[in-house]
């Protein structure tokens, strides 16, 4: 029997054990330790896999395809604003007709949360969630800790705080399940509007001001301002938010092995000020790196689903 996760799909990182956790990161880092470019593994090999994205996406988007591309999947690219949604077909008759072309796996991002949960439930192939609305972004989580164990070498123990948009983030969501699972202190700083209508759910306590989460951390991960999300009067005005909420070289400076995180895109300027991405400890393209390895990892877990 090959090896796969404790369930056959990835929807919430609540879906993974510790045991998964562990599986995931030994195959990421088998993967990043063995690949060689110009090469391909073949645990996708006769695998028909569909990328369909409901919501823009770069980083997300092209490092799915990268990894299932490096497996050497059968890649189908779904594009929602081509598509016969604009004529009124559903979303489950559009799962429908491409499982009918035999596909077998779905990597999906829609902007309704939830939605990955109702089309798991009307197929028998395997649907990995690549955000849902403000739900969860697994993948994102699992990068984010994959990055952060190759740093620190563990990650119980470590003081994190998630600033900015949290009320919005899916990735905020999902991190707290997984740093938790993993042992880690996480807290939480944004404006009031933005932060959870309940913090204890969630198992983090909040922090008052950008200066008090320099010091008590060893980690920042920083969030985009979902715009997108917002209704108005969420804020002042960006100005009012990266004031207090921008960090930047200057307020870093007494503290020189703090980390800093973002899963991008960023807006710099709001932030986070340009300057931080020429600091030795800002991570964010080693996530970015992460990720494909991250998303490989999961594929060919879930595929051996498709295998025993």
């Known amino acids: 029997m090959l090896p796969t996760l404790s369930?056959?799909?990835?929807?919430s990182c609540d879906d993974l054990t510790n045991e998964d956790i562990e599986l995931i990161f030994n195959k990421a880092k088998y993967f990043e330790e063995n690949f060689i470019p110009g090469t391909k593994f073949d645990d996708l090999k006769g695998i028909n896999l569909a990328l369909a994205f409901f919501e823009n996406?770069?980083?997300t988007k092209l490092s799915f395809e990268l990894a299932a591309k490096r497996l050497s999947a059968d890649i189908m690219n779904f594009n929602a604003n081509t598509s016969s949604l604009q004529k009124g077909e559903s979303l489950l008759d559009t799962l429908k007709t491409i499982e009918a072309m035999g596909v077998q796996m779905y990597v999906i991002r829609h902007s309704s949360s939830g939605a990955q949960y109702f089309l798991q439930k009307n197929t028998p192939g395997i649907v990995i969630n690549a955000g849902d609305g403000k739900q969860e972004h697994p993948t994102q989580a699992l990068l984010d800790n994959y990055t952060l164990l190759k740093y620190f070498t563990k990650i119980s123990g470590l003081k994190i705080t998630i600033i900015g948009d949290i009320f919005h983030?899916?990735?905020?969501?999902?991190?707290?399940?997984?740093?938790?699972?993993?042992?880690a202190e996480v807290?939480?700083?944004?404006?009031?509007?933005?932060?959870?209508?309940?913090l204890n759910p969630w198992g983090a306590d909040y922090i008052d001001?950008?200066?008090?989460?320099?010091?008590?951390?060893?980690?920042?991960?920083?969030l985009r301002i979902q715009r997108e999300r917002m209704h108005s009067g969420l804020l002042p005005s960006l100005d009012e938010y990266s004031k207090y909420y921008e960090v930047t070289l200057q307020?870093?400076?007494?503290?020189?092995?703090?980390?800093?995180?973002?899963?991008?895109?960023?807006?710099?300027?709001?932030?986070?000020d340009y300057s931080i991405s020429t600091y030795p400890n800002c991570l964010i393209q080693t996530q970015v790196s992460s990720g494909v390895f991250i998303r490989m990892a999961v594929l060919s877990l879930l595929?051996?689903?498709?295998?025993?």
């Open 7 to 11: 369930k056959p799909f990835l929807l």
């Open 303 to 308: 595929s051996n689903f498709l295998k025993n």
């Open 57 to 59: 996406s770069t980083r």
């Open 187 to 198: 807290k939480f700083l944004g404006p009031g509007t933005l932060l959870p209508r309940r």
């Open 209 to 222: 001001n950008i200066d008090e989460a320099i010091e008590w951390s060893d980690v920042l991960l920083i």
């Open 169 to 183: 983030s899916r990735v905020a969501r999902s991190n707290i399940i997984l740093m938790r699972k993993l042992g």
């Open 251 to 272: 307020k870093i400076s007494k503290k020189p092995n703090l980390v800093i995180m973002h899963p991008g895109p960023v807006n710099y300027g709001i932030e986070l």
